[in-house]
């Protein structure tokens, strides 16, 4: 078979973006900060507009030096604008479907919604942890921050401070004090 028909990888053709990023609910909607929805809006611009060009450029140039299955600055290359186009159709796809929801409108309210940030305790141990909720393109599991579809999001949602909620984890129920709630400023 001609090297023509034949792909590098699996993966070269998967339309992630190459992102760990979990899938969307079904029927669920992509709900997002206005800083991240910026956030995703800047990256798509930066690859469309830098990098993409840039990449562009150095693989017409290896092309130009004749034998291509051999040249590596063309193989790179080539790769690399699989890799940054597939980013630009995923982002595109996501800031489409993105529902851009400002967390300050519920500056000062005491119940949970999104763009929250929590404070609460587990009622057994007493370990106190602070999670925000924000969208899931968005979320940053090192910097306190969970998607509004994770299960700690999922059982604080629509819950008060002082409220008592049930938490389903794989080592079996806990109960979550709600300590604080707190929104950014307009």
Do not use: C
Request: proline share 4%; net charge negative.
């Amino acid at each position: 078979m001609s090297k023509a028909f034949t792909r590098e990888s699996d993966t070269d053709e998967d339309d992630d973006g190459g992102a760990v990023l979990p899938a969307l609910p079904t029927g669920g909607k992509n709900y997002i900060t206005p800083q991240g929805y910026a956030r995703l809006r800047d990256e798509l611009l930066h690859l469309i507009d830098d990098e993409r060009p840039k990449v562009v450029e150095v693989v017409h140039w290896a092309a130009s030096n004749g034998d291509r299955s051999e040249n590596g600055d063309y193989i790179y290359g080539k790769k690399r604008l699989r890799e940054i186009d597939r980013r630009i159709r995923f982002l595109t796809k996501r800031l489409e479907i993105a529902e851009v929801t400002d967390p300050s409108l519920h500056h000062g309210r005491d119940q949970v919604f999104f763009g929250a940030t929590v404070s609460y305790a587990e009622e057994d141990t007493g370990e106190q942890r602070t999670v925000t909720i924000l969208g899931i393109d968005e979320s940053d599991s090192a910097q306190g921050q969970v998607s509004w579809i994770s299960p700690i999001a999922r059982a604080l949602l629509k819950a008060r401070e002082g409220d008592v909620v049930k938490l389903v984890t794989p080592a079996g129920v806990k109960d979550v004090e709600i300590l604080r709630v707190s929104y950014p400023a307009a």
